[in-house]
Every structure is written in C-alpha cells, then in structure tokens.
C-alpha cells in the first residue's frame, strides 16, 4: 500500500481527538509530499539538520515536531523552523531554548520528556525533576509547556508498556489541574498507538506504519 492510503487508514482508525504525527525521519522529501497532498501537515524529525533542510525545501505550512533528544548547541539552529519540541529533558535544555527564543522574539512551544520506560537508554524527567521544573515555569516566558511526552518499554509485553503509559497519563491529568496550558500528551508510536490511546494519548507520533520501514543509519 501507498503512503496516503496508510495515512487515510490510520486517521479513519484513530478517535477524532487524536492528533497524528508523521514521523519522517530519514525519509525522502517525495515520500513527505506524498503524505502532505493527503492532507497531512504535522511531520515529526529527530535530528536537527534534517528538520531544518526539510522545512526550508517543504510546503511552508507543514508544522516540524522535533521528536529527537534535543543538544542544546543545536537550539538555535531548530528555533526558526520548529512548530513543538517534543522531548525537553533538562532545565538546562529549557533556559537555552528561551534563550535563543528571546533573541528572534519567538514563543516556542514545548513538552517534558517524563522517563517511564524500563530501559537506561531512554531520556526523560522522572517525578520530582518534573515538579521542579514546573514551579520555575515563569522563569521561562518565551517558553509555552504544553504538555508531557514519553517513550514506552521496547517490548512484547503489553501490561508493562500499559503501566507505563498509565504512569504517564496520571502525571498528566494531575499536572493539568495546575497548568492550564497542559493540553497535549504524546505518547504512541506504530507499535503501541494503541494502548497509548486507551491510556489518554492524543498525540501519537506514527513513522513505520506510515512510510515502512527504515534503513538504519539512512539519515540526510
Ligand atoms: C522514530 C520515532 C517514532 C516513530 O517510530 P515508529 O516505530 O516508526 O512509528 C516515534 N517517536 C520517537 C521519539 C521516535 O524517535
């Protein structure tokens, strides 16, 4: 099947509610442009350079989520290009990107990475470095945090990745009460979209089942 038909499907199949983000991530501009004439306007990248010669040679209406673990010698480069930066993991990370937010006078939207997975590899904030950061959140006015996003345990096992989704989902709702620009959770990705949507996700950042497979290291 063709990548629009794989995203007509995906969208038929997912509750109104939930956004979708295409992840495209060392893939080829045609295969974007496929994608974008279905009406698909939200594109996830994980590598800085990447994002920015897609979004300077793209349709200028395609919003860029950057889905990586983000340096922060790299914030300014990403800065003029980007719609959401998924994966803020740092107060360090955070004062950077309003740094750079200052100096083109732009509001930059952003999410905390919570670690909810089993695995070392994975990035994120755990409980209390997520409590902290929230209180100083007026320390960094050109940054808006709209939400949480994390990245499930790469496994078969569908209870673990269920509790970890559940984990993520309840630090959500409590957070929301006390931020009310919490309006976005992004958890899911091909292999878990659905139990992250059972848990509460309405962001669902989707590469594989959209655009196939990847080849390893096949990044631009
Ligand atoms: C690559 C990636 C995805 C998409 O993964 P698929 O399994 O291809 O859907 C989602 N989120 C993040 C953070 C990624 O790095």
């Keep these: ?18 956004s979708l983000i295409a992840v495209s991530k060392t893939k080829p501009n045609e295969n974007i442009l496929e994608a974008y004439k279905a009406n698909q306007k939200d594109f996830g990248e994980n590598y800085v350079q990447e994002l ?7 349709p200028k209406d395609i919003r860029w989520h950057f889905i990586g673990h983000l340096q922060r010698n790299k914030v300014n480069e990403i800065i003029p290009f980007v719609y959401l930066i998924h994966g803020v993991d740092s107060e360090r990370l955070l004062r950077e990107i309003n740094k750079e937010a200052q100096k083109i006078n732009k509001q930059v939207s952003v999410l905390l990475q919570v670690f909810i997975a089993k695995e070392e590899t ?4 755990d409980e209390q470095e997520l409590k902290s950061i929230l209180e100083k959140k007026s320390e960094f006015p050109l940054v808006k945090i709209c939400g949480l996003m994390g990245m499930a345990s790469n496994t078969q096992d569908n209870i673990q ?16 009460k006390l931020n009310p620009e919490f309006e976005i959770l ?23 089942a959209i ?5 390893p290291g096949n990044s631009i």
Excluded at 122 to 125: A, D
């Design 52 to 58: 920015v010669t897609k979004a300077q040679t793209l």
């Design 211 to 215: 655009f196939g497979a990847r080849v």
């Design 186 to 208: 992004s958890m899911g990705m091909s292999s878990d979209y659905k139990l992250a949507i059972e848990c509460g996700s309405n962001m669902i950042r989707i590469g594989s």
């Design 122 to 125: 994975k990035f994120g904030l």
């Design 161 to 176: 990745i269920k509790k970890e989704f559940q984990f993520l989902s309840s630090l959500f709702e409590k957070n929301k």
């Design 1 to 18: 099947m063709g990548i629009a038909e794989n995203l007509i499907l995906f969208k038929n199949n997912i509750p109104p509610l939930v």
